[in-house]
């Protein structure tokens, strides 16, 4: 069943989506060459703490750590650990803020030095489109609307969406319905309508290969792409309103180290 918030739901989600945002700031403020992702997981868990916060990927399922760190081909879910970033990697790094009782989501791939041209392609693919995504949500529409507006995007630059992650419902709950694919659904498949009140994930993953990925058999989270190319995703938690969406995550400056490389609107 698909929650609809109540007004004094949505007041604490603004809170907890802006303190994963403006921890997310501050990581993009630090984030460089040399840092091991363990540093990042640390200066998160340091930083969601020290706002009355608690960190909600840390034991979440068994989950080690307090942050997802996703480095290269890695698609989601990487554990932070000993690899040092170095220059031209992506990372895409994915906070969640607990606060009284409700979760905020929020994410983004940042450039570690220059950039290769086939990263910035992807990256920024993969910033677009969470932004047509978002641009799809309105009240009585679909959310099948959200996956086509990503996939139609995605496939015009070449660039694969992956189908084994999707977004989601969140709220007092880390995940729950409504599943928010990033792909064009088949049309025997559920597509429930938006309605404003609801709260959910837009979470692309883009591949500039194919879409499939692997999973670690050791660690059992960690996801790859199969092929071993890069990836890349950008995340927000938005609040269907009846004028369209509030992005409940948005972030009140530029997010440094995450900057565009390229316009690649203009191509279309």
């Known amino acids: 069943m698909i929650e609809i918030k109540s007004g004094r739901d949505i007041e604490t989600m603004r809170e907890s989506c802006q303190m994963a945002a403006d921890t997310l700031l501050l990581v993009g403020d ?107 949500v309105r009240d009585n529409g679909r959310i099948g609307d959200i996956g086509e507006a990503i996939e139609d995007y995605a496939h015009s630059h070449g660039l694969s969406v992956v189908r084994d992650f999707v977004g989601h419902g969140i709220g007092r709950k880390f995940h729950t319905d409504p599943q928010v694919a990033h792909y064009r659904l088949p049309k025997n498949a559920p597509n429930p309508r938006m309605k404003a009140g609801m709260v959910f994930t837009i979470e692309p993953m883009i591949n500039l290969g194919g879409w499939e990925v692997e999973v670690d058999k050791k660690d059992k989270w960690t996801a790859r792409t199969r092929d071993r190319k890069l990836s890349a995703q950008f995340e927000h938690t938005v609040l269907v309103t009846a004028a369209g969406c509030e992005v409940l995550t948005r972030r009140p400056r530029h997010l440094v180290n995450s900057e565009p490389k390229v316009d690649l609107t203009a191509a279309l």
């Open 30 to 136: 630090r984030i460089r060459a040399g840092m091991s992702t363990d540093e990042i997981n640390t200066f998160v868990h340091q930083d969601t703490v020290r706002r009355g916060a608690v960190p909600s990927p840390l034991n979440y399922h068994g989950f080690p750590k307090s942050v997802c760190t996703s480095v290269n081909e890695v698609v989601c879910h990487g554990i932070p650990g000993a690899y040092v970033l170095k220059d031209g990697d992506i990372i895409n790094v994915d906070v969640t803020t607990f606060f009284k009782g409700f979760h905020g989501d929020t994410s983004a791939t940042f450039y570690i030095g220059e950039p290769s041209p086939e990263a910035r392609l992807v990256v920024e693919v993969a910033r677009e489109c969470l932004a047509r995504g978002i641009a799809a």
